[in-house]
């Protein structure tokens, strides 16, 4: 019999939550060994310098200081960092690589890039040994323009000659073709700029050494932690099962956790087992906007070639992006830009090529929507754009150049970060965004309220955008999943989890296989001694690979159960019913066994288990999709500008996405709504400002604004699924949906609420605040407010 | 710098606890590394993001903005005396549960400890207020809509209990 799902789809409250609201959840900070001493980094001050020379003499004899550490003390053990993604088999790629180092030596290339290293009795004292080292610095001219330092002067690594990390080309049909023969070709020149992910929780890492046991274990704040595991035996010379890496809970990752390896990751590690004690380091606030990693600015020059209906003939885009000091994470974020561009839209042709930049800025990694956003924002405010020259509604142009439901799978002719070609497995797009326009209720706003609140004198505006959002990407994760003889059911897993619910996710996949209650299920997710493979939480991938293996693994549990109890009852496997944690003999009162028990009888004490079975109920499977999975959505909003602030008020939000099947309502809905609140702060309240020496002038959670609960709308979320035929749960990933079109959003819906095309201005970049939107616009206000 | 000690003596979570502390020492390391009580979350150090705030003599603080030794002669509160049973949630606790208000859970314990004051001032808050209460707290995952919910269902649940 299969099993009816009874948990896959349902709002299951979270397996976690009790441990994390009474305060007993173990987050890296709370791993206290005995005898556990501290760690403080001395950080470059300056963007760009030569080091001269470092005296660390005081720092030693400050009292409680048990070790100082500079470059040149890490002798062989100094080397930069791997690449972590190699680039794509694109044809005429350059790429150069140069990845971070574990302490500076001769030259500084970022502020906050570390310099030294001091271990005391207390954070409180290695923090004033930091502050005693002195360190003779040569500054040098900083690279903080990508423009002009993609155009020559100084050189952020000397060998390289240049500050060109890489050049990519991708083309489809023959764009110059397109453009000759269209209506219309629109050609504007974009800029999109990102900040810093500022999880609520800074990084980490604690590191012991049992020297009994000959084994290295690191609580570390990563979303990869098996990387980490096998990285770190390399690097120190250790066999991979001498060390156990542990992401216990982590709070909030979204991108720069999977960034590795970070020099801290590196160091005290290293130190521990030198010193032959626990060592801590948690990075302050400060540290976090230099030392984690960010994602930042692109500009585009982009052009469209449309027909007269409207419909796209070709694009053609030129962008430069910032990869900050280091490159280690290869191209996945520009490709990434490159690739979402082309959003749901059917572009015949496409010539798209970029150049990344070495800046002296901390380095740049994949933060929630990865470069997404850049080529999001190009593609719909060209839309945008032609829509009004065109005299289409806004609306309609994307749904006359959506992919038809009927062609799919469909295929871009481009390669995306997973190296596989950018096939969209499925997608109905037409109903996502027509359920998105009728929940904001977009007609009678145009035709009736926007006329009355206009004449009203006041500036309400309505946007409505479109994105794909490739998810779920390769190459594989696994999962074990063991009945006990307790009957529980145990869950283990290499993925580590961040609050996305993993949790409670995997241990619906699993009760509804296995027969049981879901809170009977546990979950282990992020400890390499409990799962020795996998990849890592990262481009919402963890419910869509590491799902499927736990529902693999469920699924061959199950088969166990039937074979084990049908040779216990002396029947047919097809007369078993398995729920309630007990499996029976179909329409036969009494003829019961409790799963606990069946898997006890599976590793028996005496006799034999029969050649070609295995002991105990227990399963390991893995599942690799063979390319990612294409989800989509629209959001919609209107919004009113109060011109003499230029701030805002958000009046509704509406969000439509579909990502498939759903495991659970209540999750994802929290995934989204915290997605749409980093997509808001990324488009009017976040931004690094970065002075032209290169520091960055707000540099706490002061003068960064992340959004608070008054910033923050209540949001009206709609569904639509259509499954991924690529893996049997037929979902697809959701966990950067919501962040990823709010820019191009907020650009179209303001424009909208200001009346700014008529006026002869265009908002052609994101971040937006209220001092740039009325450097933008503030002129128009303040003429017609004294006239 | 000052390695001048003082005697703190302080209520925590109902518990008298008497220590010498470095006149430096800031309640949230008092709290987590003295104490061991790892609940209190430290999310910024400088006052902003409110993960670290707890309760003394029953009003919010930030513990990361006082020292230990301020506390002398008071009591404190920690998301740690909200319950001291797993299975059984506090009403504010257990509403933050089945509303979905928490996803990685740093910030919490600090929203949890500044929503128990604001609800003994505050009966049936409306929306607004919730939102207005809830702003000196950061939480980066949850987009705060389901932590709104989820202190309306508490308000209304401790309302109705205290109504009984
Ligand atoms: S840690 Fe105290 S307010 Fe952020
Ligand atoms: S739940 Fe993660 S910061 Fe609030």
């Known amino acids: 019999m299969t099993a009816e799902p009874r948990y896959l789809g349902a709002r299951v409250t979270r397996n976690e939550d009790a441990r994390l609201l009474t305060g007993r959840a173990l987050f890296v900070d709370d791993v206290n060994p005995p005898h556990l001493l501290h760690a403080a980094f001395l950080r470059s001050p300056h963007a760009h310098a030569r080091i001269k020379r470092i005296d660390t003499g005081a720092a030693l004899k400050r009292d409680g200081v048990a070790a100082v550490y500079t470059a040149a003390d890490l002798g062989s053990y100094w080397k930069p960092g791997p690449l972590l993604v190699p680039p794509p088999p694109i044809k005429g790629i350059a790429f150069n690589l140069r990845a971070q180092v574990p302490l500076a030596k001769d030259k500084v290339r970022h502020v906050g890039e570390p310099v030294a290293l001091v271990i005391a009795r207390s954070r409180y004292i290695a923090e004033d040994a930091a502050a005693d080292i002195a360190v003779d610095y040569e500054t040098l001219p900083a690279v903080v323009d990508m423009e002009r330092g993609a155009a020559g002067g100084p050189v952020v690594h000397d060998d390289l000659g240049s500050n060109i990390a890489s050049r990519v080309r991708q083309t489809k049909g023959d764009y110059a073709a397109a453009a000759r023969n269209a209506h219309a070709v629109i050609r504007r020149r974009l800029v999109y700029d990102r900040g810093a992910s500022v999880s609520m929780e800074t990084r980490g890492v604690v590191a012991e050494w049992d020297a009994k046991a000959d084994k290295l274990t690191v609580w570390d704040t990563t979303q990869g932690p098996v990387f980490i595991r096998g990285g770190l035996a390399a690097m120190l010379g250790l066999s991979e099962r001498q060390v156990r890496v542990v992401a216990p809970f982590i709070g909030g990752g979204f991108g720069p956790k999977m960034m590795m390896f970070y020099p801290e990751e590196v160091v005290i590690p290293w130190v521990a087992i030198r010193l032959g004690r626990p060592v801590k380091w948690i990075e302050d606030r400060l540290e976090h906007f230099f030392a984690t990693t960010q994602e930042r600015g692109q500009i585009h020059d982009a052009e469209i070639a449309l027909d007269k209906n409207g419909k796209i003939l070709g694009v053609k885009d030129e962008f430069l992006y910032d990869t900050g000091a280091y490159n280690p994470y290869g191209l996945t974020l520009p490709i990434n830009s490159q690739c979402t561009l082309l959003g749901g839209y059917v572009v015949p042709s496409y010539d798209s090529s970029f150049t990344g930049v070495f800046t002296n800025k901390p380095i740049v990694t994949p933060y929630r929507g990865a470069g997404r956003q850049h080529g999001v924002f190009v593609m719909e405010r060209l839309l945008d754009i032609a829509a009004r020259e065109l005299e289409i509604d806004r609306a309609e142009i994307r749904r006359r150049n959506f992919i038809p439901s009927g062609a799919f799978p469909y295929n871009n002719e481009i390669i995306f970060q997973d190296f596989a070609p950018l096939e969209y497995d499925s997608g109905n797009y037409a109903p996502v965004l027509n359920k998105t326009l009728k929940m904001i209720g977009y007609d009678r706003f145009l035709a009736d309220e926007q006329p009355k609140l206009r004449a009203l004198g006041k500036h309400v505006g309505i946007g409505v955008v479109f994105y794909i959002e490739g998810t779920g990407i390769g190459p594989y994760e696994g999962a074990r999943v063991q009945v006990q003889a307790s009957g529980k059911v145990s869950v283990a897993t290499g993925v580590g989890t961040q609050g996305q619910g993993h949790f409670t996710s995997f241990a619906q996949i699993v009760a509804d296989q296995v027969g049981v209650d879901v809170r009977d299920v546990d979950v282990v997710t992020g400890d390499t001694d409990q799962f020795y493979w996998g990849a890592g939480t990262f481009a919402s991938r963890g419910a869509v690979v590491a799902g499927n293996a736990v529902n693999e693994a469920g699924k061959a549990v199950r088969k166990k159960i039937l074979r084990a109890a049908a040779e216990h009852f002396e029947c047919a496997e097809q007369d078993i019913v398995v729920a309630g944690g007990q499996a029976s003999i179909a329409g036969v009162p009494g003829k019961t066994i409790k799963l606990g028990e069946l898997a006890l009888r599976a590793n028996p004490m005496r006799g034999a288990v029969k050649p070609g079975t295995e002991p105990g109920l227990e399963a390991t499977s893995y599942f690799g999709p063979p390319s990612g999975a294409t989800a989509c959505g629209a959001h919609a909003m209107i919004v009113e500008v109060d011109p003499e602030t230029m701030t805002i008020a958000i009046k509704k939000y509406v969000v439509v996405h579909d990502c498939g099947t759903v495991i659970n309502p209540l999750i994802l809905e929290g995934q989204i709504q915290g997605g749409v609140a980093q997509g808001i702060g990324n488009a009017f309240y976040e931004q690094l400002h970065f002075d032209d020496q290169g520091q960055l002038l707000n540099a706490s959670l002061a003068d960064y604004l992340v959004p608070t609960a008054l910033d923050v709308p209540r949001m009206e979320l709609g569904h639509e699924c259509t499954p991924s035929p690529l893996n049997p749960l037929g979902i697809k990933g959701a966990g950067e949906a919501g962040a990823i079109p709010v820019g191009a959003l907020f650009a179209q819906a303001l424009e909208d609420a200001l009346d700014l095309p008529r006026r002869g201005v265009e908002i052609l970049e994101i971040p937006l605040s209220p001092n740039r939107l009325w450097e933008l616009a503030g002129a128009l206000f303040k003429q017609r407010g004294t006239s | ?164």
């Open chain 2, 1 to 164: 710098m000052s390695e001048e000690l003082h005697q703190v003596a302080v209520q925590v979570n109902g518990k008298h606890c008497e220590r010498r502390v470095e006149s430096r020492l800031l309640l949230s390391d008092f709290l987590r590394h003295d104490l061991g009580l790892t609940g209190t979350h430290v999310g910024c150090e400088h006052g902003v993001c409110g993960a670290c705030t707890v309760l003394m003599d029953g009003l919010p603080v930030r513990s990361c903005l006082m020292l230990a030794a301020q506390t002398n002669g008071h009591a404190i509160e920690t998301v740690e005396s909200l319950t001291n049973d797993r299975d059984k949630l506090h009403p504010l606790q257990q509403a933050f549960h089945e509303a979905h208000g928490l996803q990685c859970g740093f910030c919490t314990p600090g929203i949890l400890m500044t929503m128990m004051a604001f609800l003994k001032e505050t009966a049936s808050p409306s929306e607004a207020e919730i939102r207005e209460a809830l702003s000196g707290n950061l939480c980066r995952c949850t987009g705060y809509q389901k932590i709104v919910e989820a202190v309306t269902l508490a308000a209304r649940r401790i309302g109705q209990a205290g109504a009984r």
